[in-house]
């Protein structure tokens, strides 16, 4: 079904009040949704992906100037449509009501929990990973039976243009809506049932105020400054070729990228000859077109402003690709490594969100554990070891969203395990069950039998009340 075209007259951005009172009257009218339009919807939606992959992909790319098509099906396609089936095939046995214990002084009563749906869902998605970010969050809420409202990136405008016009074609604007052109202020301050907001922890703190006036409970997916360890047992170049891997994808511009390595002191020359060698097999030059630009000039600024700081405060930084500069015209930054790095420079206080890798040499893990405690909780750790007790003693010894052993990024893309941040990362969690739980309203009935012995502990209170009590607190724990 077409979006009326009132919503949108003389092309002029829509409505989002008109939009969210047309999706809550359709709560209204069918608060419940049944399962097999659920099913559909999610079914709809993984068939316009897979219909339209070359179209997405070269959105994407436009908007950030350039991306490569590969990387945008691998790390965004793929993965929306694989959780949309995961999605699709689990739906039945999510939506089943949970039979509860009953106490044995409620004997003949019962319990249940039923899984509903909160009603409509305001998404709020960045520009790193746009279609992903927007509709993963998407799948559960739909799965759960909501209605959606999608606000995207301002830098992601060409890919928010194309969704609108794709998903209107498939849904109507009651249930799913994309928003082109609409301001964050004007989207965050509708009476959503829940929002969803991926970002940084300073705008993730405004969204929040501005969910509180309504008492809207939030996801916050905010990203933070995401650790990695090679412990002095594993492969040098094993854990090098992955923990580069995922750094320089997309150009680093990526939440759960590894955002600074601590190493043993003595294997550091190793990784930066591995590093070396590793960048100019994936990207002989700085054009390449598997290489991601950065995705402004406002961006591609803050990292050269970056790079300068280190540099004047006594940092080595080494070009893994010699010869290439840094180019302003293409945003395209080489990949560095920044070692010699101290706590004064602006790459060790913010998250960097781009391909440049500062490298902490280190002698004892209990050293590390207590920086990253120090500081806050992360949304991703990453350990590389084989060695089970020092796995569990990271893992003890630290908090943070999630863990990855061996690689990185890649627990993002396991659709049965739960996905967000804590702390200043983020808060709440989307992905399979968990997901459809956060959409969820888990409402619990007690239904009373015929007869109940509570009758017997009304007043006038007595010598029965008192026999009866003793029992209940003797036996308290059935």
Known sequence: ???????????????PGAIFDL??????ADPGVPYARRHDALKALEDLLVDNQQAIAEAISLDFGNRSVHETRLLEIFPTVSGLSHARRKLKKWMRPQRRHVSL???GASNRVIPQPKGVVGIISPWNYPLQLALSPLTNALAAGNRCMIKMATNSQRLCRLLDRLISEVFPADYVAVLPGVSAGDFTALPFDHLVFTGSPRTGREVMKTAAAHLTPVTLELGGKSPTIIADDIDIDTAAERILYIKYMNAGQTCVAPDYLFLPRHRLDAFVAK?????????????SPDYTAIIDDRAYRRLMAVLDDAREKGANLVNLLPGAEPDPVSRKIPPTLALNVTEDMILMQEEIFGPILPVKPYRELDAVITYINDRPRPLALYLFSNDRRVQDRIIAGTLSGGVGINDCAIHVAQHDMPFGGIGNSGMGQYHGYEGFLEFSKLRPIFSQAPMTATALMAPPYGKTFERIYRLMTRWRGL
């Open 105 to 107: 002084w409620f004997a």
């Open 275 to 287: 590093a070396k060698s590793a960048v100019r097999r994936r990207y002989p030059r700085l054009d």
């Open 1 to 15: 079904m077409q979006r009326s075209p009132d919503m949108t007259p003389d092309g002029a951005p829509p409505d």
């Open 23 to 28: 999706q809550k009257a359709a709560c209204r």
